[in-house]
């Protein structure tokens, strides 16, 4: 399973990319409004610190504009960046049209399994079905992971993979991981409560003071 950054926050970028194991970033309009630095800077600096996928969404709404937005994109930023495109009509016609131009794409906002496959079927390289969205509405967001992999399943051609997004703690990940998700994309946060286990921390805290016994009767 990749896991992936949902942030535009450099520093936390650093942080967990020093661990080995990022594999990619997640962005969208309202993290870039929170980083409070210029788009494109701030998308160039994540791709040079990561050399996976990085998520740059688009902001037109119209088929053209979106595309137009994408080759800008493409033609500025490093070849890791991939375009995020709303799943809409006119966002499901730009993915088509860039899936042709061998643009890679991450088809976002999916609320419905319906969607997922229409945006497979443009050939989205990702869609992004947003799990925490639709617990807020007071719905299992997790059933809609589950019924994307059933419908995956049914239809081995279909090589989109499915990125987890929206995610609020690390059950969402732990679930999405039993059914088969592709990809998580998380805050720096999940990450690390993902990895933490106090056991953990008391074992560390045990061999430390066992090893300074040690090193004090002279046997390191
Ligand atoms: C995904 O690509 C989105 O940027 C993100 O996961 C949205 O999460 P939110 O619902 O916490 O804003």
Redesign the pocket.
């Known amino acids: 399973m990749e896991f992936f950054l949902?942030t535009a926050d450099v520093d936390e970028i650093r942080e967990i990319a020093a661990w080995g194991i990022l594999d990619g970033v997640?962005?969208?309009p309202?993290?870039i409004k929170k980083s409070g630095r210029d788009f494109k800077q701030v998308v160039a600096e994540i791709a040079s610190i990561c050399s996976g996928p990085i998520?740059a969404e688009v902001t037109a709404l119209d088929t053209e504009g979106m595309i137009e937005q994408a080759l800008v994109l493409k033609d500025e930023l490093p070849d890791n960046v991939i375009i995020?495109i709303p799943c809409t009509p006119e966002g499901l016609a730009a993915t088509k049209a860039l899936t042709d131009k061998g643009i890679k794409t991450n088809v976002?906002l999916i609320f419905s399994s319906s969607q997922a496959l229409m945006a497979a079927k443009a050939g989205a390289t990702y869609v992004?079905p947003?799990i925490?969205?639709i617990d807020d509405t007071g719905h299992e967001g997790m059933n809609l992971i589950a019924e994307i992999m059933t419908t995956w399943d049914n239809y081995p051609e279909i090589t989109t993979k499915v990125l987890a997004?929206?995610?609020?703690h690390p059950t969402h990940v732990l679930q999405c991981i039993q059914l088969g998700a592709h990809t998580a994309?998380m805050p720096a946060k999940i990450f690390r409560q993902l990895m933490k286990h106090p056991l953990t921390d008391k074992g560390i805290d045990g061999f430390m003071k066992d090893w300074a016994d040690v090193e004090a009767a002279g046997n390191a």
């Open positions: 949902d997640t962005t969208n309202s993290l998520s995020k976002t992004s947003f925490g969205r997004a929206s995610i609020r994309t």
